[in-house]
């Protein structure tokens, strides 16, 4: 028979959805799926800032320095980079999304794909009177976060246009997601081989990658064009591979800041750049415009498989092809 512990234990556990307090005393919310794996969002930049799988490991990076403390962004974790990527436009880098308190989205819109999923938190970024000051336009921004039954990580955005004077408006756009590596020079991307990138080290002129596939021994901040919906990040230590599925985001920001930057960032350890790789699916180069009343849609997910599927062999045609 089960103890009284035990049992309120496994009560507690089976809570799909809980909010609490975290770090700092930021409100977060911790989404559970019964066989194990957990996702963390703080309302304080709708943002992601943990994602377990089934046996408990992280899958995303966080610095040890991360500050959790507005008005600074989060260090790690899934930033959202809304309604600016980076310093394309005279917006603060990324946009303001990533450091505004979201709110609970208590009657969200109903999605047409309505899956079996329970386990997600639906969050909501309306602009405030001092954010209309900066970029001068109304709108909703709606972010659905779901835990699969099998771990994985779903996020959806959906922006609407809603000014009332007949102004459109234009952003950019990125799941700036930290994943957690082992070592960063045993690290392979697969997936975006042969396309063409923006090269931010090189004043953001255009290049083809050449080579097979993107691996890693220095700085890199690259955005990859019109890339493929299904991108791969195969960690050959940990022999895991994460799989990045993504729908109305074209690019593929790819980014380690490698040791000088490191050293230069004041909430990012020196040596942390050997354990996180950014993979960001964005919508950069072709900026979206929205009408009043339009709606934009923007989705990704993540999964975690083990690199040793096939039969120890890794195949990446499988990985990138397979479902
Ligand atoms: C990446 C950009 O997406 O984010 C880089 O391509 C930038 O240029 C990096 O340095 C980190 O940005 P931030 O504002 O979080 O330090």
């Known amino acids: 028979m089960m103890s009284s512990t035990a049992a309120v234990t496994a009560a507690i556990e089976r809570v799909p ?16 799926e019964v066989r194990g794996s957990s996702a963390e969002v703080y309302l304080y930049g709708g943002h992601i800032t943990s994602w377990k799988n089934d046996h408990g490991e992280e899958l995303l990076f966080v610095s040890s320095k991360a500050i959790f403390k507005p008005p600074k962004p989060i260090r790690g974790g899934i930033p959202i980079c809304f309604p600016q990527f980076s310093n394309h436009g005279s917006l603060e880098q990324h946009g303001f999304a990533r450091n505004r308190f979201w ?27 001092d954010d209309i000051k900066i970029w001068p336009y109304s709108f909703e921004f709606r972010l659905r976060v779901t835990l699969g039954p099998s771990g994985d990580l779903m996020l959806t955005s959906r922006i609407r246009n809603t000014n009332t004077d007949g102004k459109p408006f234009i952003f950019t756009f990125a799941y700036h997601t930290y994943f957690s590596v082992s070592d960063i020079s045993e690290v392979r991307v697969e997936g975006l081989e042969t396309l063409d990138y923006l090269d931010n080290l090189q004043n953001k002129q255009r290049f083809t990658e050449q080579g097979d596939a993107i691996t890693f021994e220095s700085e890199v901040d690259k955005i990859y064009l019109s890339t493929p919906t299904k991108i791969a990040i195969l960690d050959h230590e940990k022999k895991r591979t994460f799989v990045i599925r993504k729908d109305g985001l074209p ?20 040596d942390e750049y050997k354990h996180m790789l950014c993979v960001e699916a964005a919508a950069v180069e072709k900026p979206i415009t929205l009408k009043p009343g339009e709606e934009w849609r923007g989705r990704q997910e993540l999964s975690a498989v083990p ?13 990138l092809l397979g479902s």
Request: charged share 25%; net charge neutral.
């Open 17 to 32: 959805v809980e909010i609490c307090k975290g770090i700092n005393g930021l409100e977060k919310v911790i989404l559970r």
């Open 103 to 129: 709110s609970f989205d208590t009657n969200p819109p109903p999605f047409p794909t309505n899956s079996s999923n329970k386990t997600f938190v639906d969050l909501i970024l309306k602009p405030t009177e």
């Open 251 to 270: 690019d593929a920001v790819v980014w380690n800041p490698w040791d000088k930057k490191a050293k230069a960032m004041a909430d990012f350890g020196d």
């Open 307 to 319: 690199s040793s599927y096939c039969s120890g062999q890794l195949d990446p045609k499988r990985v």
